[in-house]
């Protein structure tokens, strides 16, 4: 059992960047990544059942061994550190081949490789699918739980909606969901020597360029936070404090419904050529979201002079020429590694401008084993893009303390996942008959699946203007309690780490560094103390309103209204001052 491991700063982020643009980590605190740390656990429960050996490997600076030291603490067998300045930079796909070069340095080639899903620093999630490209392994997870039978790994994926049971024949790369076990925590005093870490450099590395100069993703410039909070903290009667909230919140103008932007009409079909083509793929995922896709690839190809090819996984209602789509691909299967076999030859002969997914677990698998097949990096969840000079992609993404990276990519094409959810929903266009075609798609022998389900938590959260959020204050007993402002402000609820770890609430309904990050006009914060890596989910919503009866709760340090007190009896009296503010 192997398992890849990550430092990074604790907590949240600065954002800063240094003039290479790569991310400042100079004096910050560092800690294993807390996916690393399911992964660690998994690696040394699993080779204890089975009578093997458990093996963790890190990329990063000669400081980044603490976290191997940790991991041996912790039990595992051996350890391998690859570190060389040369790999400063590093974007997610060179980082996949060197960690790949990496594990074939090991004696035995390992079964299983685990990983984290994500990182609270780069938030890509897609290095466990470009390793499992790179080495030619299927590829599943997030996993809440996963069981060796014999040459087979039994899986329970989480997905933001539900759970899939997957069963995935070995070798194989697994990524590990954050609640999927207790995470692998040794105080620092039982730490073994560094002395006790093999390491390895690029020079025991197949040759090959590495670090920046040969990342084909790059983050350009850090945009700030948009402003620091001034909190207004309110004591008194539960009915004084909801009258003052109120009279706040309406000067601020929170209960003015924002005017409707237009984001103008999907743009007309451009003339046939394959000269600046966008690719969109259209996986699982919401209506809402395809069109939103779909309208936005149709936007870039009428910058580029080009087309817009929709790749779907299924017959759908979807009326793509509405919505933008020039062309329409149906594969004949679904599984992301047989996907990618098709499509790299089908990509191949059309070289496309553009290759475009959704922030969503079959897209995101997809489009990085397809940035493995092409050299061409990927840029992971954006929330909007742009054409820059040279006919070039950029793209913002949230980055630690509610900033947004800019990133551009040199690859060809350019690929990128978007959050659907953050994307204008333009005026459909008139239809007319478009091009359809069936590509074929292999079975993948290597997956088996069951229970299959949708994550679109997501996108009702990254739309919606107005969100409460509760914390464990709140008994889930008593969530009907929230229904009437919850209606009346048209919000949509959202929960800290805690809350989704019992259940009570989706985890794709989850706020902050490990959950999904918001911009609303509103950010109702209930029952919850304001952890940092929380709050930073919350960093970029207009107004914080924080409901807490412990005066010295950190929220109220990081909201703009705060009312100390009993959220049970306070609801009443906000909903009915709300509701004689916004009636009619």
């Known amino acids: 059992m192997t398992a890849l491991v990550k430092q990074v700063p604790k907590g949240d982020h600065s954002g800063r960047l240094d003039g290479e643009g790569r991310l400042l980590r100079a004096g910050a605190v560092t800690e294993m990544n807390p996916w690393c740390r399911r992964a660690v656990a998994q690696a040394v429960r699993l080779a204890r059942e089975t009578g093997g050996r458990s093996t963790a490997i890190t990329m990063g600076p000669p400081a980044a061994a603490d976290v191997l030291r940790e991991a041996l603490a912790w039990g595992v067998d051996d350890a391998v550190q690859l570190t060389d300045p040369a790999l400063a930079g590093s974007d997610c796909l060179v980082t996949a081949r060197a960690l790949a070069a990496t594990v074939a340095l090991l004696d035995d080639p390992p079964d299983l490789i ?3 899903a994500s990182s609270v620093d780069g938030s890509t999630g897609a290095v466990g699918a470009m390793l499992a490209e790179l ?13 060796p039978d014999g040459k087979h790994l039994r899986t329970v994926v989480q997905h933001d909606s539900g759970t ?57 410039q850090v945009h700030p936070a948009p402003h620091t909070r001034t909190p207004l903290i309110l004591h008194g009667t539960p009915q004084s404090q909801a009258t003052q909230a109120v009279q706040e919140l309406t000067a601020r103008g929170c209960f003015k419904p924002t005017a409707a932007t237009d984001s103008g ?7 046939s050529t394959t000269s600046g083509e966008v690719v969109v793929l259209v996986g699982p995922g919401p209506e809402v979201g395809v069109r939103a896709l779909l309208g936005a690839a149709a936007s870039l190809a009428a910058q580029t002079g080009g ?26 299967g679904d599984e992301p590694r047989a996907v990618v076999a098709a499509l790299g030859g089908w990509i191949g002969e059309r070289e496309p401008w553009a290759v475009l997914g959704a922030a969503l677990p079959w897209d995101r698998e997809v489009l990085a084993r397809l940035a493995v097949v092409f050299g061409a990096g990927l840029m992971s969840d954006l929330i909007s893009l742009s054409v820059e000079p040279g006919n070039r992609l950029s793209g913002l993404k949230p980055s630690g303390g509610g900033m947004l990276a800019q990133i551009v990519t040199h690859g060809s094409p350019q690929i990128a996942t978007l959050r659907t959810g953050l994307l204008p929903i333009r005026s459909p266009r008139e239809a007319h008959v478009i091009d359809e075609q069936l590509l074929p798609v292999a079975h993948d022998p290597a997956l088996q699946r069951s229970e299959r389900r949708t994550g679109n938590e997501g996108d009702a959260l990254d739309r919606a203007e107005v969100v409460i959020s509760v914390g464990r204050g709140v008994d889930p007993a008593t969530y009907g309690e929230l229904e ?101």
Request: with cysteine; net charge neutral.
């Open 114 to 116: 685990l990983v984290g």
């Open 135 to 147: 080495l030619g392994l299927p590829f599943t997870g997030p996993v809440l739980s996963v069981e």
């Open 164 to 220: 899939e049971s997957v069963v995935v024949t070995l070798p194989a790369v697994v990524a590990v969901a954050e609640r999927s076990c207790d995470p692998c925590k040794a105080p620092p005093e039982t730490w073994p020597p560094a002395s006790t870490i093999r390491t390895v450099t690029t020079a025991d590395l197949p040759p090959a360029p590495w670090g920046l100069p040969a990342s084909p993703t790059k983050v350009t």
């Open 265 to 271: 009409s999907v743009p007309r079909r451009a003339p």
């Open 307 to 332: 087309t817009v090819t929709a790749i779907r996984t299924s017959e759908n209602t979807t009326d793509f020429s509405r919505w933008g789509a020039d062309v329409v691909v149906t594969l004949g």
């Open 484 to 584: 009437p402002i919850r209606a009346l402000l048209g919000a949509e609820l959202a929960a800290t780490r805690k809350v989704t770890d019992q259940g009570w609430m989706p985890h794709g309904r989850q706020i902050g560094i490990t959950g999904r990050s918001v911009a609303p006009r509103m950010y109702v914060a209930v029952g919850l103390s304001g952890n940092l890596n929380h709050l930073a989910g919350a960093a970029r919503a207009g107004t914080v309103v924080a409901i807490n009866n412990d005066p010295a709760a950190d929220v109220f340090a990081h909201c703009d209204v705060g009312l100390v007190a009993d959220w049970r009896e306070v609801m009443p009296y906000l909903v009915e001052g709300i509701r004689s503010r916004v009636s009619g």
